[in-house]
């Protein structure tokens, strides 16, 4: 294999690595953090199998929703890295 391919498949190799996706990261912590089970649940469906468009706006949910904890002085020990 050259160094090119290497060096294109390694992010996708590490990508795949990650234990979970931004989504899965999103619902833990909303449901550890801020939902009681009936939401959770909800939470679960809409965001189980989402796409990469979708991930994406996890992601940026995720940094938000930490954001507006710390300034509103909310903690939580969720879980949330994977």
Known sequence: MTHRAVS???PLF???CEDSEPCDRYVDY?????LDAASCGELRNVYGDASQ?????CQV???EEKDEDEAEG???EADDEG
């Open 74 to 76: 909310v903690e939580c």
């Open 53 to 57: 468009d979708l991930q994406d706006e």
């Open 8 to 10: 294109l498949l390694l």
């Open 61 to 63: 949910s995720l940094e």
């Open 30 to 34: 909303m449901c550890d953090c801020h």
């Open 14 to 16: 590490l990508m795949a």
